[in-house]
């Protein structure tokens, strides 16, 4: 039987064959509802053909009944001062991006962004608070959209770049039927942890990315001498008092670390009440990161089927996650456990299939080539 989370999991990796007329990444939608963004690469053993306005995902000898979320297109419509609404806007569905206020944190720190799909360091963000209002306005009246997930970038403020956001939240609050999402670093003071769920913001990432202490120095030196490890935690904890259930998440980025430490990342966060979102972003090629990362699908598989079992026995909410075309969730963690007692990983099967075996030839050879 097709496992659909290690499916997820070689796209992730693999992508697909590049298709005629696409030039962004593409969001497809596999069996039980399980949405995955990939990139277009040539050599990607995956091939999405089309028949009849509909598509397979072939790949081997298997063929599986797909479907392609389009981007609306609304998003190649300029807004009034001529600006693009992609270039301020980034659709996931019902999950919208921005990064209003300069750098994605993720591309900024070296990553392949999957949330707004930076590749390098944005040069910043010449549109106006106007014309962000009047894009999403725009989006509004053509699309269907639940949550709208902001990015402060990184910042070295003791608000933590909430300061910046603020106003811009409170017009989103005043003026759209939306829930918001924000990734900000964790400020000096609880005080604008209060302040953040006050200006309207629904859901906050306070983001470690490395969970080891000297390895989070070591990986993020501007980080460390602005907001210790042991800050964010701080924040995290207090946050989880001010937000609702399952509304309070930090990321963990896969590959980065030894498992176990990560491992002990999401013991620590889900014993806080926090819910960690295991993050497969791959570094951009020849970068420090990608001389560090490491990974191995066997580990990656355990550590998913390990954070469904914390999020379960600690009764985490999950209904506030949106963004399940980027991350395997904690919820497809189920896809990776068996068994009735302790819902023990269900690995021995996975390296005697076909998929199995390609899964972890794929995450190898991605891994090679970002090394150089």
């Not at 306005?53 to 009034?80: A, G, T, W, Y």
């Not at 998913?304 to 996650?321: F, M, P």
Request: hydrophobic letters at 40%.
């Amino acid at each position: 039987m097709l496992n659909i989370g290690l499916l997820k999991l070689d796209l992730f990796a693999q992508g697909i064959q590049p298709l005629p007329g696409w030039d962004d990444d593409i969001i497809l939608i596999l069996p039980e509802n399980t949405w995955v963004t990939v990139s277009q690469k040539e050599k990607s053993s995956y091939q999405v053909v089309e028949t009849n306005n509909e598509f397979e995902l072939k790949f081997r000898d298997q063929s599986l009944k797909v479907k392609l979320l389009m981007r609306p297109p609304v998003f190649d419509e300029r807004v009034q001062s001529g600006h693009l609404i992609h270039d301020i806007l980034h659709s996931h569905g019902a999950f919208l991006v921005a990064a209003p206020r300069g750098p994605c944190r993720f591309a900024k720190s070296g990553f392949d962004c999957k949330y707004c799909g930076s590749k390098a360091v944005p040069e910043g963000t010449p549109y106006t608070d106007e014309d962000f209002l009047e894009a999403l306005e725009k989006v509004m009246e053509h699309a269907t959209a639940e949550m709208i997930h902001i990015s402060s970038g990184f910042s070295t403020s003791e608000d933590g770049g909430m300061k910046t956001l603020e106003p811009l939240i409170k017009k989103i609050r005043e003026r759209f039927n939306l829930l918001i999402s924000a990734d900000v670093m964790p400020p000096a003071k609880n005080s604008w942890i209060d302040r953040t769920y006050a200006a309207g913001t629904d859901m906050v990432y306070y983001d470690l990315d490395v969970f080891d202490p000297e390895l989070f120095a070591k990986t993020y030196p501007e980080k460390e001498k602005r907001i210790r490890q042991k800050r964010y935690l701080e924040a995290l904890e207090y946050a989880v008092k001010v937000f609702p259930g399952g509304a309070v998440t930090s990321h963990l980025v896969i590959g980065l670390e030894p498992y176990a430490s990560t491992q002990k990342g999401i013991d620590v966060l889900t014993d806080l009440g926090v819910l960690p979102l295991l993050t497969y972003f791959p570094p951009q090629e020849n970068s420090e990161l990608a001389a560090r990362w490491n990974l191995e699908l066997k580990e990656i598989v355990s550590l998913y089927a390990y954070l469904y079992e914390k999020v379960s026995a600690k009764k985490l909410s999950t209904n506030w996650i949106r963004q399940i075309d980027v991350v395997l969730t904690p919820l497809e963690g189920r896809h990776f456990v068996g068994g009735k007692s302790r819902l023990q990983v269900a690995m021995k099967n996975f390296y005697h299939t076909a998929l199995g075996r390609t899964a972890a030839l794929g995450i190898s050879n991605l891994r090679r080539k970002l090394k150089g």
